[in-house]
């Protein structure tokens, strides 16, 4: 089954004015038989792979013939690799067009790192950490509020 032969369905008779206002126009109207083209078959392969499996899969367009499935890590693409007869042949089953499958691993997306966090201590704040620092003998601890003391006085 490929993307020009999907057939849409209908919009609902129920459906919003911006449903039928995008039916209207023919670029809107590819836009969402390309969803449902990739929902379907998503669905299509959530009853053909293990459970374990099929939340942790990407699905991309057919084109060609050949289907892209990407996967998080290596290890669920090895798994992926072991099934690809049984799935092509699922697919094909449901009137699928896919001759190939192609497993890739889909590099995870990078987090933004974040600026290390810098407490601040008001006047009142580091006056007392000096109080507390004169009282307490001389320790570790001592040590570790002499440097923050410090630290404080540095950035303030």
Known sequence: ????????????????????????????????????????????????????????ISVGPIKNG?????????????????????????????GWSVDTIKIRVQSPQTKPTLAAKEAHLSKTGLACLQDLCQKIAPSPLQNAITQMIEHQTKIS
């Open 1 to 56: 089954m490929s993307f020009q032969n999907f057939k849409k369905a209908p919009p609902p008779a129920n459906a919003s004015p911006v449903v039928k206002l995008l039916e209207r126009n023919e670029t809107f109207a590819q836009l969402r038989a390309g969803i449902e083209q990739i929902s379907a078959l998503k669905q299509d392969l959530a009853t053909a792979l293990p459970n374990y499996l099929a939340p942790n």
């Open 66 to 94: 050949l289907l892209t499935l990407l996967t998080a890590h290596n290890a669920l693409a090895a798994r992926l690799r072991h099934l690809e007869p049984s799935l092509l042949q699922a697919l094909q089953q449901r």
